[in-house]
Nanobody, 124 residues
Framework: QVQLVESGGGSAQAGGSLKLSCVAS????????MAWFRQRSGKEREFVAA????????RIVDAVKGRFTISRVTATNTITLHMEFLVPEDTAEYYC?????????????????WGQGTQVTVSS
């Protein structure tokens, strides 16, 4: 069983930056894609970014493209989400997830394991 633990959330001013990390523990020998989703208040969970096991391929939603970067360190079973030029609309609970396949899809149903989430708040 794999457990995912997110960290790095917090508060930032608009235009600022934050870095989220997600560490996978347990059975981490599966070469599945991982992703970040977010859920804004009163809205459904939405895809943010995903990365394949090797880190060679990523997928990022248009709303954050050019501002957010997803990366992966396989040696430490860690993925990160580096967020820059934050805007208040980025305020959300951010979740790390592991897919049950290798391709980095945008569909939440393709992800079997989820972390508890970390809150990001951006003020104007």
């Amino acid at each position: 069983q794999v457990q995912l633990v997110e960290s790095g959330g917090g508060s930032a001013q608009a235009g600022g930056s934050l870095k989220l990390s997600c560490v996978a523990s347990g059975r981490t020998d599966r070469r599945y894609a991982m992703a970040w989703f977010r859920q804004r208040s009163g809205k459904e969970r939405e895809f943010v970014a995903a990365i394949v096991w090797s880190g060679a391929s990523t997928r990022i939603v248009d709303a954050v493209k050019g501002r957010f970067t997803i990366s992966r360190v396989t040696a430490t079973n860690t993925i990160t989400l580096h967020m820059e030029f934050l805007v208040p609309e980025d305020t959300a609970e951010y979740y790390c997830a592991e897919a049950f396949r290798g391709s980095p899809t945008e569909c939440a149903e393709d992800y079997a394991i989820w972390g508890q989430g970390t809150q990001v708040t951006v003020s104007s």
